[in-house]
């Protein structure tokens, strides 16, 4: 178990539609991350948050939006959905920015887009 | 041109055999870390192993080793006497926060398959 706490494990939804992943990290990190893995796409870093504030940017398409709330959760928004946004989503978290130290990843959210 | 490359997408090997994971990096970045990831069948990523670019020495950690070569710029990765336990897709991944890519880049895994 690391720690890192991801809501729902499975969705289905239609196209069109809009879902909201959660994230809780690990007590006491500061980092969050979102990637998405796909089978054609492999892991893709989307966006990271510290402590509140927008870290870095990946692959994430305007599509999709993400915040870190102040008790440090995070969500990820996806709007407007097409059937190649289905993926499994995985957050992650670290204590600090992320660069030295490992990333704990949560069970990832199966996100099936019909 | 790819961060990180693993050229080996499947491999499958009979239990207790040797097998060696491959892992290519690029980067211009003097200060950077490597790092293994395992993805077992029920879908998590578990961490293995970091490395940064100023410690080259192998480590090893019960049957597991990493082989890390700066001149050829690649961090390989092996099992000695393999298990079905071992069964699953394995990353490798690079940071370089230098440049600010601090999130992890990585490789498109490679699916080991240990056969009883």
């Known amino acids: 178990d690391s720690g890192v706490t991801q809501t729902p494990k499975h969705l289905i939804t239609a196209t069109g539609q809009r879902v909201t992943l959660r994230c809780s990290p690990r007590?006491?990190?500061?980092?969050v991350y979102w990637y998405q893995q796909s089978l054609d796409q492999g892991l893709q870093f989307l966006i990271q948050?510290?402590?509140?504030?927008?870290?870095a940017k990946g692959n994430i398409l305007e599509r999709f939006s993400a915040q870190q709330f102040p008790d440090l959760h995070s969500e990820l928004n996806l709007s407007s959905l097409e059937l190649g946004d289905s993926a499994l989503y995985f957050c992650?978290?670290?204590?600090?920015?992320?660069?030295?130290?490992?990333?704990?990843f949560g069970e990832g959210s199966r996100l099936t887009v019909l | 041109a790819q961060k990180v490359t693993q050229a080996q997408t499947e491999i499958s090997v009979v239990e207790k055999e040797d097998v060696t994971l491959d892992c290519v990096y690029e980067t211009r970045d003097t200060t950077y870390y490597l790092f293994w990831y395992k993805q077992p069948p029920s879908g998590e990523l578990v961490f293995l192993i970091r490395r940064n670019s100023f410690d080259e020495q192998n480590e090893i950690s019960g049957r597991y080793s990493w082989n890390f070569q700066k001149s050829t710029s690649s961090f390989n990765f092996t099992i000695t006497a393999s298990q079905v336990v071992d069964s699953a897709v394995y990353f490798c991944a690079l940071s370089e926060p230098d440049t600010g890519r601090r999130a992890l880049t990585f490789g498109s895994g490679t699916r080991l398959q240990v056969q009883p």
């Open positions: 007590s006491g990190d500061l980092s």
């Open positions: 992650a978290s670290s204590v600090d920015t992320g660069s030295t130290g490992e990333l704990f």
């Open positions: 948050y510290y402590n509140g504030e927008e870290r």
